[in-house]
């Protein structure tokens, strides 16, 4: 009985430490691009990180993290995870879908972790896609912004693009809004933290939080905010409204222009005056 009861012992020891091992590669890869290219990156769960940077070209390092302490099986899960640097006739793209994947006793998911990290010229447009991690874009980017995660945050600088951002579990957060921003989550907040005068379009919708934009005191623009759970506050700005009570704030800033829109079912929402 003694001598079962340490083999078990013995057994779950080594499961433990297998289970906490990992063996990393990083795949880097760069590419000369023109203006305009089209940069798609789409992966299977981790966390996807871009810096804008307007002397660069495209530098990407894709992390593949294999839980497992043999260097030969690591090679084995990351080969089957087929990832795909290239640039052809239609852009530069990173693609890795996982199909295969296996178990260990007791529960363990035995799997590869990846993440993207790129450093990319400021006039490409970015398309952006993960399944589960975070998704950062620094630098003011002067073409179109996609960014899609099922499981993490979005947050973006900003530029002179269209950005469309959704996400199904964190907040998003823009600094910046020269043209247009659509933004979508069902889990968190949205901050918008500046909307330039010649924005054309500012649409932030949420299910689980509040709303926060910063509006130049100088636009023009055309006002809806409405929640279910809070308050909308508009503050320091010339706002003249056709709706205003404590959960809709409808009209004009200034003149009025390009809409700016507001929709929570889980927060309050504020509109106030903030400056480049």
């Known amino acids: ?10 057994l779950l020891c080594a499961i433990s430490s297998n289970a906490s091992a990992d063996i990393k590669r990083v795949r880097v890869e ?36 294999a839980d497992t302490d043999s260097e030969k099986e690591a090679d084995e ?9 290239e640039k052809n006739t239609q852009g530069v793209r990173v693609l890795v879908h996982q199909e295969d994947r296996s178990w260990l006793w007791f529960g363990h998911h035995r799997e590869v972790r990846f993440n993207v990290n790129m450093t990319v010229p400021e006039k490409v447009n970015l398309d952006l896609d993960t399944s589960g991690g975070s998704i950062h874009v620094n630098g003011e980017l002067q073409g179109d912004l996609r960014a899609d995660t099922s499981g993490g945050s979005i947050n973006v600088t900003g530029g002179t693009g269209k950005m469309n951002l959704d996400t199904s579990g964190g907040g998003i957060t823009v600094d910046r809004v020269l043209k247009q921003v659509h933004a979508d989550t069902s889990g968190g907040s949205i901050h918008i933290g500046y909307v330039a005068p010649g924005v054309t379009d500012v649409n932030a919708d949420t299910s689980g939080g509040g709303i926060s934009i910063g509006l130049d005191p100088a636009g023009d623009y055309n006002l809806d905010a409405d929640t279910s759970g809070g308050s909308v506050n508009v503050k320091n700005l010339a706002f003249n409204a056709s709706k205003n009570d404590r959960t809709h704030a409808e009209g004009k800033i200034n003149r009025g222009g390009a809409r700016v829109r507001a929709d929570t079912s889980g927060g309050s929402i504020d509109i106030y005056a903030a400056h480049p």
Do not use: W, Y
């Open 30 to 65: 760069n590419f000369s691009v023109e203006p305009g290219t089209p940069i798609r990156v789409k992966i299977d769960g981790g966390s996807i990180k871009v810096n804008i940077d307007p002397t660069a070209q495209v530098h990407i390092e894709l992390t593949q993290v």
């Open 1 to 10: 009985m003694c001598n079962k009861l340490l083999l078990m012992l013995a």
């Open 77 to 85: 899960m990351i080969a089957k995870a087929q990832a795909v640097i």
